[in-house]
């Protein structure tokens, strides 16, 4: 089992991206994808899930800015990142797990090794 997640890099304040993570060896189109962020010196936080039939949740603080999706196809969930922020700053990290659309780590069993954003001010 293996996701990678790409896409990070360095942009400016209100710029966009497109994070991707590319999942193998998973049952891929029952497995809920989520993306967690950590920045420096916190804790890891939810960003956002997504269900197997495109059902999806986004956190409170990038509601209206993100958005996640999925190409079961392709076996690939993205997130795209708009309007981005100096405080969007974080490792970006994909996980997956059976449960339903949860925002808590520990129910995903799965995780990349993560993808750095960087947003300039």
């Known amino acids: 089992v293996q996701l990678q997640a790409f896409g990070g890099g360095l942009v400016q304040a209100g710029g966009s991206l497109r994070l991707s993570c590319a999942a193998s060896g998973l049952s891929f189109s029952v497995d809920n994808i989520a993306w967690f962020r950590q920045a420096p010196g916190k804790e890891r936080e939810f960003v956002a899930a997504i269900n197997w039939s495109g059902g999806r949740t986004h956190a409170d603080s990038v509601k209206g800015r993100f958005t996640i999706s999925r190409d079961n196809a392709k076996n690939t969930v993205y997130l795209k990142m708009n309007s981005l922020k100096p405080e969007d700053t974080a490792i970006y990290y994909c996980?997956?797990?059976?449960?339903?659309?949860?925002?808590?780590?520990?129910?995903?069993?799965?995780w990349g090794q993560g993808t750095l954003v960087t947003v300039s001010s």
């Open positions: 996980a997956a797990g059976l449960g339903g659309l949860e925002r808590v780590e520990n129910m995903y069993d799965y």
